[in-house]
């Protein structure tokens, strides 16, 4: 078993699990209910999807790489102040509410 990636949230973790399984790649999500805790433990508080089958891990990090890249759709943009992905229809930033560029 090896760490593949951490995940932002337990929705992103799901899906990537999924889109894996789809390849049929098996992988765990390590600390899925941490978020719960965030502040009271010290531990990253993030999923972490993990591996089962070593042979597997470079597949798996390639499809992940292309699931990431694939996510925002054709006319989202990405804002340069904050990073977030927000849809095309909209001209300003959900997060930080900076003007698109």
Known sequence: MRELY???????????KDFLASYHIQT?????YLIGAV?????Q???VLWVL??????RARELVKHFLTQEM??????????GECN??????CWNC?????
Do not use: M
């Open 6 to 16: 951490q995940a932002k949230d337990r929705i992103e973790a799901q899906l990537l």
């Open 28 to 32: 765990v999500v390590h600390g899925d």
């Open 39 to 43: 502040g009271e433990l010290p531990v």
């Open 45 to 47: 508080p993030f999923p």
């Open 53 to 58: 089958e070593e042979r597997d891990f470079d």
């Open 73 to 82: 759709a054709d006319g989202d943009w990405q804002c340069t102040q904050c």
């Open 87 to 92: 849809e095309g229809q909209f001209n300003q």
């Open 97 to 101: 509410a900076r003007v698109r560029d």
